[in-house]
């Protein structure tokens, strides 16, 4: 009879929450529909609550785990699958391309630390062309930012530059007990499906990014002031001639097309 696998504590400074809750991970696998032959790759497995699942319906998972001490406790857990493929390492410097091959796109899953989770969804979309879909488990107002719409409080950097590479789509929120130890935060489930071409391509996603990043640092200003400090009084003049945009308006207020408009035609003038 095989031996429990150790009691593993979980660490502050991973951020680490294990998802214990059956009926939440239930719901997370019936979002997913994970079948035999696609690529899943899981980002902090912990614990394996989800792991197991994946492995009982598609046999192969690649997992990337930061922490030493989980390896053998995964190891030992899932013996009887041979293809889980345990990769230990920080996936904020994970080449996720390692992972694709034979043409079959990527399906992401994971329970993102909150410490992480934008600076990883940035890296994540660095790698959207061989990304079929991804599922996390986010902070709620992490997820708030991600489908927020223009005029509404949580829009920003995150919201618009997600939303250039990505369809999103909130599923469920998680509470709190569905958790040990018991974050201090909600929770919620989302789907992030990157577009095979993005609706409105940019020129340089360089120059909207930056764009974008100096707008959005000056949230309260006009979007005038913001582009005086990435154009000289010539250009700007000549940008508001040419381009039908209010330029006192501020950030909040302009649609994803509209931030890859301006970017664009910033390209013909700088």
Known sequence: ??????????RKRFGQNFLVDQNIIEKIIAAIAPAPGQNLVEIGPGQGAITGPLLEKCGQLNVVELDRDL??????KFQQYPGLVIHQGDALKTDFNQFY?????????GNLPYNISTPLLFHLLSFNQQICDMYFMLQKEVVDRLAAAPGEKHYGRLSVMVQ???????????????FRPVPKVESAIVQLHPYSEP??????????????????????????????LMMNPDQLHRLTDELDLDLNLRPEKLQVKTFVALSNHMGTIL
Do not use: E
Request: glycine content about 2%; aromatic content about 8%; some cysteine.
């Open 164 to 178: 250039y590479y990505c369809k999103v789509q909130p599923l469920f929120p998680v509470p709190p007990g569905a």
């Open 101 to 109: 091959s034979n043409g079959q796109p990527l399906r992401i899953i």
């Open 199 to 228: 609706p409105w391509p940019a020129d340089d996603l360089a120059r909207l990014s930056t764009l974008v990043k100096t707008c959005f640092q000056q949230r309260r200003k006009t979007i005038r002031n913001s582009l005086k």
């Open 1 to 10: 009879m095989p031996s429990k696998p150790p009691v593993h504590q979980a």
């Open 71 to 76: 390896i053998p406790l995964l190891q030992q």
